[in-house]
Each structure stands twice: as C-alpha cells, then as structure tokens.
C-alpha cells in the first residue's frame, strides 16, 4: 500500500516539474502534440526526409553510411526473410536471427524514406506481418533462465530490444500500409507485445535499471508512432495502480522495484546523477544510453511540449559528456562493475548519442571528431545535421580532461574521479554501490598510459553473448571472483570484501569526497573516504598524478590512511599486466602452487612468489606492452609481499590468468599505505633498445602523519626531494595552513601542497 | 694440422670459384680495383652523391629520411660529444652511449656529404679523435661474461657493429681530413681495432656465425677504406696460418670453429641454403643481414671484379626474398629457433635489405610497398633508387605464397615450409640444428592468423638488452625450457627431448622432406621424416592448409605417424593462446598446481588440468583476439589429455604464463596422431555479437594407415565428408597411385589425393 502510494505521489512531481499536467489532465496534453497523421515523425521526421534528400550525394559521411547500410539491407533482401520459431539463449540461431532482423527492419524503414524506393517498405511490411502471423501463436520463449521471460528471446530485455527498433521501422512505413494492414499489426502483434513486457512482466518492467528502460522506452515508442496515450503514459510513468513483492530480486542479484519508483522519467531520474554519471557505470550506460536518447528525442519530437531534453537540468544531454569522458585514450569505456573491456564509443549506441548529443545540444564541435572516427552517422535528422558539420570543417578535437563525476540522483553519493595528465589516466571510484551491477571496490582504481591498462580492473567474469560460456550470461566466477574486494586495487581488511559482500548493505552506503582538485595543470588530487565497508574501519584515500620536471611521464601517488578501532590484516593488492622485470627484495617462488585463501575471491588466487619486504621502500618494475612501470611502495620489515596469479578454483577457465603484486600487513590498527607509480621510458622489439627502463625514485618517505594531515617526500635519484601534503580534514580551495615538519614551516592555501 | 690443410684448400677453392686469384696474386688483384683515392667509394659513392644532390626536394621517401636524420645528428651535435670510458653490459649507460654513436657517426658521415656541411664532417672528425684518445689506453672491458670480450662494448661482436658502422663514417670524412689525422686514425684507432676483433679474438673471428660475419664485415669494410689487403684478405678469408682449439664452445654452447672454416665467403657459402634459408633462422637471418649485405655492398663497389652478389649463384639477394618469405602478414619474423618476437622486417637492417636487393638485384616492384611500409630509405645510391622507384609509382603488392625453404650449404638438409591460404600462414620446420641458436624442435609448427598466433612457437627466453633481465642476454631458462622440445608443438618422447637434447648429435642430423605442395591453391602441403631424434622411433609428419567449400576458413590438417622399435610414452602438446571456452571431454582442475615433470622444460610445466579422453575425437574450442579457434583430435580411451600452463620453476619471472593442451599416449609402439585445427568465426566486444562460434567438423577418422599411405575422413557438421590421403612413401610430383579403401578403388597422380 504504501508503494502504491508513492508511486503516485512521484507521479505527480514529476508531471509538475516537466511543467505539464497532472494525470488528471492528460488528454489535454495530447491536444498540444503533432498530428498523428504525418509520418515519419518519432525518430527520422517528414521535414528531416526532405532535408537529407536534398543533400544527398553532397555529405560524404552520411553518404557512406547510407551506401553501406543499402548493401547490407539489400543482401538481406536476396537471402530472403527468415522468422525461426525462438528456442535458443543468446549466441544461438534463433536468438541471432531475430535480433538481426530488428536491425535490418530498422534500417529497410529508413532506407524506404530516404530513397523512396517501395521495396524497402514492402520487405519490412512482409517481414512484420511474418511476425504477426507467428506471435500471436507464441507461448512464453522455451528458455526458463531468465527472471522474465520474452517470447522472441530468452528474456523481455531483447524483446524490448525488437520494439524499440521495430517501432521506427514501423513509423517509417506507417504510411505505405493500409489501415486493414496497420489493425491487424497493432492488434496482434504490436499492442499484445507492449503488453508482454510490461503488463505481463512487471518485475522488468516496473523498476529503475536498465532493463526497465529498455523496456519503457519500447512501449512508449510505440505508443508514440500509434498515438496510444496509455501506452505512453505506462512508458514514462509506469504500470499504473501495480504492487510488486519488494524481496524479489532479479538474476544479478538486485532488488525488484526496491522503492515503487518505475517508468522512463524515474529511470532517469534515479540513475543519473547531476553531472550525468549512470550509477551502474559506463559500460551499462552505453547500452541504456540507446533507448533513453532514442526515446527521447521521439518525445522530442512527438511531444515537444514534455521538453525531455530538458529534465533534470538537460541531464540525458549532459550524461553523453560523462559517458565519453568515461573512456580512455582509444575511446574504450573504464570497466567499472560489471563492464566488459573492449566497448568503447564505437559501438552502434554511442553513435546514436554522439549524433543527438551534437544535434539536440550546442553543436560541441569536439563531438565531430568522435563521429569522424565513428565513420557512421545516423540516417536521420541528427545524423545529416552531424554529416553537415564535418562537411563544414567545423570539427575539433574531443578534449578529455580531469574530471570528477558525482554519484546518486542528487550528486551526493560519492563519484568517480579521472585524473588525466599526458597519457596518464587514473580513475578512482568512491561511488555508490552501482546497482546490481556494482562490485565491491570501495576506493580502488585503475591506471592507464596512452589506453593500455597499467594497473587494470578486472572487468566482469562473463563472455557476452557467447554461447559456450554460460550461454554468454554471468558466469559464477563473477561474484566469486569479479565482485569481490581482492580483485580490486583497493584495501581488503581480514580477508574479507567491503560489506561482507553483500548488496543489501553495500547499497545502503556510499564513499564521500575529501577533495578534487584539477585546477593546476602539473597536480591533479583526489581524495576520498569510506566509513562503512568495513564497521569500525575508515580509508581515507588520496590519489595524485603529478607532472614533475624530475620524471619523464607524470607519475601516480597514492596515500591510503586506515582508521580502525582494532587490529586487522590488511591486504593492498597490485593488478600490474606484463612481465615481472625487477624487484630490490628476495623472493621465493614455490614448488607448487596454492590458494591464497578460502573465500570471498581469495579462493581464485593462487601464491606465485612470497617475501619479507626490506624495511623503507619496496620495488617492483615491469614490463609491458613495450613500456616500463615501477612500484615504489613504503613498508616495514614485518610486512609481507605476495606474488599472486588469477585461476585458482576456476573449473571452466573462466577466468584470465592475470597477475597481482600484494602488500600484506598483519596485526595492525591505524596505518598508512603509500605508492607510487612511474611509468618511464620504453621498449621496441623492433630497434631492441631499452629507454630509461629503471625507476627514478630513490626514496618515498612519509614525514608527517597526523589526523589533519600526511606529507610525503620524493626523493628522485638525482637526490633532488619533493613535499607532497594532502589534508585529511580541511581540504576546501579556500582553507588556509600553516604545517611545521621537521622544523620547517609550511604555508599553502587549498587542499594539498606540493613542491 | 689437418684443419689448417683444409683451412688453405678451401681459401684456394673459394678464390677459384670467384674467378679471381689465388692467395700468391694478390698484388694483381688491387689492381684491378678503383683507386682509394677518391671517397666516399664504400657505400655511399662519388657518383651517388652527384645523382642525390640532383634530385633532393624531389624524391619524397629519400628527403623525408634525411630530413629525419639530420634533425636527429643535429639534436646530438646540439648536445655534445660524449666517449665514455667502458663499463657496462648492455642496456647500460656506457653500452647504449657507445651504440648510439657508432649510428650518429655513421649518419653524420652521410649528412657531410649530402649536404655538403662541414660541420658534420668536423662532428665525425672530432668524436673519432676522441675515439683515438681513448682506444689505445683501453684494457679489455671489464665485464667478464663474454667468450670473447671487447673493448669499448663487452663483447667483441658489438665492437664488430661499430666498426661496420664507423668505417662508414670514416670513408665519408676521408677527403676531408689531413694525411696526418687519417694516419693518426688508422694506426691508433681503425687497424688496432681490427686487430683485437680479428687475431687477438679468434674464437670470435675463425668461424662460421653471425658473430664472424659481422667480425668478417668490420674488418674488411675498414679495410676497403684503407685501401689495405691484408684486412681485406682477413675479412673474406679468415686469419691466415691460424689453429684453433676445435672443443671449445661459445656462450650459447656453439661450438667454436667446428671445421676450421672461415672468413666472409665461407659465412656465406655455409649457412645459407640455395634457396637463401640462413640455418639459424629468421631473427639472427635478420642480425646478419646488415654486415653480409653492406659488407656484399662494399666489395660490389670497391672490389667489383670479385662479383660477390654473383656468389653461390646470387644467394645473398635470394636470401632477402626468403628472409621476407619468414615474416607473418605484418611482417613479424616467425620466431624459430632463438628468435625474440616482434623483431620485424620494419628493423633497419631489413631497409638495408630491402632498398639493396631492389637497387642490386632486378628492381622487384613489391620491394617498393614493403619500403613504403618502413618508411625510409638507405641515404645512399640503393635508397636513391628505391626512392625514385616509389616516387614513379613502380610500387606493387609483395605477395607472399607458400613456400619451402632448403636447409644446409648444398639444400640438402631439411628445410622449413610455410604453407600459405588466405589469412593462415603454417610455419612447419624440419630443418638441421640451427647452430648454436637451434632448438630440439624437430617437424614442430606455428600456425597464424592473419598475422597472430594461434597456435605458438615460444621463440627465446631473453630479453634482449634488457639489463634487468640477465644483463639482457639468454637467460638459464632460455636453455632449461625455451630450446626443449616439450616447448614446441611436435611429439616428445619418454618426457625427453630431440637428441636428448644434446648439440653434439643434434647438429649431425636434419629431418628430411618427404614432400612439398603448393600447386593446387586450394590444398597446400608439407611433409617430413625425422628419423634421429629419438634413435629407433621414426617420425612422418604431414601438414596441410585446406581451404574447402564447407568451410568457413581454410582448415589445418596434421598427420603425425610415429614408427618404433619399441613401447614408448607420447606427449603431443598444442600452445594455442587465448580462452577456454569448451570442451566435448569433462576434465578436472586441480587445487594446487604442480610440475608436469622435473627435467628437459617439464620441471617448468604446471598441470592446470586432467582428464581421460573420449573415445573418438577430443575437442578443444578457444576464442583469441577476437577469434574462434577448435582443435579436433583422434583420440581413444586410454589418451590422457592435459592443460599445462608455463611458469614453474621459473624463480625471476623470466617465463610467461601460458597455456597448453596435451595429449599424452602411453605404453604404445607405433602410432598415429591426427588433428584438425580451425579458424572460424569472430567476435568483437564492441558489437557483442559471435559469429561462427562452433568447430564444423563433426568427426576425424583414420580409414586407412599403412607404411605407404594414411587417409583420414573429415566430415563436417552438415554430414559432407573428404578424404585426405598421403603417400607416406612414394610421393613425387609424378608417382601414380591405386587404392582400395573400404571397397572403393581410388586413383590419383602426385604426392597426395584430396576430395
């Protein structure tokens, strides 16, 4: 009852904040929207149609785009339409034909418009009444893994997936059929498969996730191109007058409709934070990003009144931003929670944002250098006004900078932070749980030169719609493994991860920030701390990338600071990729490989290399990809250093044998970690010649650990000795200090010193 | 006594077959050469600096080259002279400084007399003075590790680099300096020089390797410019009246001047095959290539009489064309031997090659588009014509086709075979040792796509220059895994390798080719005996490439047929690189790992996995760099099957951690091992999508097997099935075949019968 209530209460909000109506009043509303007459008009409009064919021939991106997705829509056109009864999960037939299909639907819409060639509109018209013909006789899809069963797919998210697409190719022929034929789709296929994913599926449909999305997004889509107000209002407001049992939760793990919030608006609403990070993170925004933007700009377009690109202060707009500067030097998204390494903003959905970002936004000229690499726009409005831009020579570089990106619909749940100098990007997560999705790596990072993975994150444990792993789904080393604290470059205290691992907690709680600090160019800071991982203990976690004229690339500093009202063991793992080149301690290697623990991912991790560390600083150099890394990092002669390698108790080598350095330090209550990072010099098998492959750090002392502050000295083999103070408390721009160490005053303004 | 006779029949043999002279005549001979007055006459000629001053502004590769140099010398110029006093292995600071400037001095020699600017000759002019201050106060280098140690480096094959490069510089500068600088350079600097590396260093100098060549090439290029006989004599002859201890052994255990064979034309009349295969493989190919041809390139110019690109019917140009031939579709070299991955023909010495063998051979149009690729030409006459090739457009594509490559002075011992089918390149070796460089990887292969490994050859366990790792020089598991035969994919016997793994034998013996194929573009073969490795057990290996229409991709088939004279343990091991992703065997990972084994590169071996196999066929799928891979094999019951992983008793790191799949045969006499291997399918993690995940074979089957013949069935998931036969014995081009296999007559003309 009490769902149901709020849910009506949000509603209500919402409607006031778009300033439109309250539900009460919606049929006015529709009496503001364009005709339903005129078609196309949800995604490529009547006016766009002619704009494109007047310049046809004349906008080389457009044209190539357009020349080939003709070739493909023709050769599909040759071998014939094929709609198979569905049976297989994801990386089957079935699966992939009927995905296909809606792809090759959209585009044969499109390409009937913009060529104006019947045999566009016949095919798609053949095609979807193939379809008719065969929904109305399906049952529920034969594959019973899912939470929600589709009827194409295994699950109503691909079902969903059709719609979206097959709406627009529906609007583009909207036209070319008769009535008789528009009823007799709209009836038995087109209405009863709004209904199976939404209606029929609540526990998809009614939620906030990206999933739900998907799904409002392909209602209202519809519901737009057949002008059905019901349809649209389920889309942006949920299923009216629907109670869910709240404890259910989906395959990932997440809660079914945690709080009644549902429909596209609190879609966006909940997930986007101000500065337009997507809790789940980048990878799953990536593949959100399509339905919101696409169904947003049909409202845009049907709906002008709803002024949806307007929403929370212009957030979908602004998110394409967020989502960009979420990728590293080659355009591929940080692998942040379950995020699959590899997506990057070449990918179909990124187009779209691009395109509409640059159209519907201010022609961020920075967007027409994406879209040349993208070397594709979209065969619509968006797309031409893009094809024109680069036709103008009004493109200019994509500019990433440091960045920080609050979290939570407020912005106040934590965030991510990039620090970006040269070829250095360090992104340091202090999120919030990130959804279902999220994994248990409060504080951790991940470090890149020039794209490649210095210290990666591991990503997710699942091979994506490949069928022999999993049927391309979650593999079970995902949560043993992938979510885990250890598979993270962050502290595990006594062997276990942030929360106990569990996502009932984990979603309670979010990291908050210290301080950022972008302004000097030489210096990027983030600070961060995190009080309820682990009850009792506190991290705070300080992270620079500092361009210094001693060291030939900007090198990272790192100082964890732990609080605890007891003594732990903590374990500060290091995930380097490449070859082990040097390290100033003695190691043993064992005979025989063991695991490292028992549980809570310690279990995957097999001991490679076991050492006392010496007493001040402890050095490991690598080697990868033709560059040079060194780790410096302060210990003490009780602590232990680990050699650790991914793969134990993997009985499908699921998971990648990946290596890890790991400090280990027992018995201990306050401490403190500190790291530093190099990146130097550089190696090609072609000239064979070693460049400045040794580490230029002599010393990392720290000089000053109190509760306000912590100074480290760099002492470079040169001799030459460099302050870093960072402030544990008082971190505001504006704050002012004064610091004595060692007899010495120090005076700064802001949140550290360096010098 | 005997070795010094042979020693002087051969030197007088060679003079012969050179048409010139015999050792009493030499007077004569310097007669007939140009006059050493006019410079440069080396490499860069008199004549070619008129024709390159003509065209410079006009021929873009050639000026954007010098462009590029010269902003290099400058830079050096602009930061002084610095001789240090030697010190450091390589990779260290004296050792890198002094490379850098036998480079600098040599293209600071080029810009003098392209430019026309004294100051770079007055640069050559004073760092040669310094050179001279310096030399003759020099002890041997202090490092101690070399069999043959240096002065200014500490070895003395990079003295020998230094002085090919320098008395380049030197031949530029010579006009330029006075009588009294010239003399002060030859006798305290360039003829001691020769002389350490030459009579003080014979157990460096005497002997055929590519540490000789470029000894043999130092020495005589100086003495082209010196115009002085006896270096010359000494460089294309050897030391004369000189015995050696014939036990002694190098660092890589080679043996020191096995036969007494030296000088430069004896390191061109031995290691090189007819067909130009270099016995040591690839990558030290590409080592030597840079003295051979420069040196080849002097004596062309200075010594025209001598026709050295005549010798051995042309087999220095051949050479380049073959060397060519052993790079994968980016122009990587295939690893044999002890070749360091990556090296490419992109390396300078392969533009010395390149623009050489087009100006001195017959103007080959596809050299061209491989200049194009490097991106730089020779500052010289060869560069002057490359560049002018390219400038009027000659450029064509080098296509590479399957090949087979002789081994052995005479072509008469073994070889190594490339077969060649659209994107999959089979590297199948059955040549002699290798030298001292060989590994006991007798009718082992490497298989490629499109350049990447599927399945792997190892290459060396070194880092080269490198100076973390071991000085940059063979490390100990270079030896204890790298060069075993359980690191290659062909059959290891009783857990011992080729030989047992013994030099001394192994280099008396070579595999012999039973047949090679490659007239019919669709089936390409390559089939070899090894009889020696393991005494007793012989070994017929038969290797296709099968590009057939129920195929996706040509498709690898590998005929293994193992004959002995007893019961004998086979393990048959596969190094694909990439993820597991299915099985049709269920297998178990153990909790720890331990070692496979504990001598000949098992001891470095962990067993990650064990399982019986079924009863048929084993298969084993794996996805790589967004490729689909599956290995079927013939396998009955009682085959144990094994994932190994290297790593083990690897206590530096020196090892990376990859994966295999073996097959181990026990208890058993004669056998026959048969695989498939193919490449299917992509997948890509921006699209998500997997196309063509799944092996089409359905089944492998051996119909017949006897001392003459062995015919497999293959047939396809579709239920098509081919047969492959191959003539085990008579196998020429011409010999005709009549078979009965299951009652049915099969006749066919050649070495083998597919369809």
Redesign the interface.
Known sequence: MRIIRLFQIKVAVIAILLGTVSCGQKTEAVAESQSGSEHPKLILTAQGVKDIRAQLGTIPIFDKTLEAVKAEVDAEIEAGIDVPIPKDYS?GYTH?RHKRNWFVLHKAGLLYQILDDEKYAKFVKDMLMEYEEMYKTLPLHPKTRSYARGKLFWQCLNDSNWLVYVSQAYDCIYNYLSEEERNKLETNLFRPFANHISIDSPQFYQRVHNHSTWGNAAVGMIGLVMDDQELIDRALYGIKDLKLDTEEKDDDGGFLNKDGKAGFLANIEEPFSPDGYYNEGPYYQRYAMYPFLIFAEGLHNVKPELKIFDYKEGVLLKSINALLNLSDADGEFFPLNDG?????Y???ALVTAVDISYHFGDQDPGLLTIAEAQDRVLLDDSGLAVALGIKNNKAEPFNKKSINLSDGPKGTQGGVAILRNEAIELVFKYASQGSSHGHYDKLSYSLYEDGEEILQDYGLAR???????GG?NYLKENKTWAKQTIAHNTVVQNETSHFNGKYEIGSQHHSVLNYFSSENEKVQVASAKESNAYPGTEMLRTMAVVKDEDFEKPFMLDIMKVTSNKKNKYDFPYYFLG????TNFEY??P?????LGNKNGYEHL?V??IAKSPSKNSKL?W?NKGKFYTLTTITNNSDELL?T?I???????NL??E?AFMLRRKDTKNTLFVSAIEAHGS????????VN??SSIKELKVVLDTSDYTAVEITNVNGNTKLFITSNTNASKEAEHILKINNKNYTWKGSYYYN
């Open positions: 990386g992939d699959q390494k590899g997506m990057s070449y990918t179909g091979f994506v719609n490949i069928e022999q792993k391309g070859q082990v080149l040097q043993q290697t005979k025989s490989l063991n695991v097999f490679e290399g150099s080697l050699f390698r793969g134990a108790n993997d009985p499908e080598f990648r044998r290596a190696y090609s098998p072609v000239t064979e010649s070693a492959s040794n």
